[in-house]
């Protein structure tokens, strides 16, 4: 498996901006799907934005146009720029990474709170 560790969450007032990172403990250069999900509170995890190897990138309709996800395989980190956040991004992040090789690995969270 590959280590995943999350940083960057906290607090925000609505409309501010956070950077979460992902921190992989192996190579991510060779992992093909690299994501970031949220759950919230008697939620299901849900998928936020999903990035197949630096090629293409997928986003939730929520947060289309909001949320940049990005990777930096020399550094082995996966990031997850957000902008304009609002009271329903309320949740704990997690980073994901799948694997032919490592399978499948998930960080232990990140909170993310946004209130004023």
């Known amino acids: 498996q590959v280590q995943l560790v999350e940083s960057g969450g906290g607090l925000v007032q609505p409309g501010g901006s956070l950077r979460l990172s992902c921190a992989a403990s192996?190579?991510?250069?060779?992992?093909?799907?690299m994501g970031w999900y949220r759950q919230a509170p008697g939620q299901q995890r849900e998928l936020v934005a999903r990035d197949t190897n630096g090629g293409s990138t997928n986003y939730a309709g929520s947060v289309k146009g909001r949320f940049t996800i990005s990777r930096d395989n020399a550094k082995n980190t996966m990031y997850l720029q957000m902008y304009n956040l609002k009271y329903e991004d309320t949740a704990v992040y997690y980073c994901?990474?799948?694997?032919?090789?490592?399978?499948?690995?998930w960080g232990q969270g990140t909170q993310v709170t946004v209130s004023s």
């Open positions: 994901n990474a799948n694997s032919v090789v490592y399978g499948t690995s």
């Open positions: 192996r190579s991510i250069a060779s992992i093909i799907f």
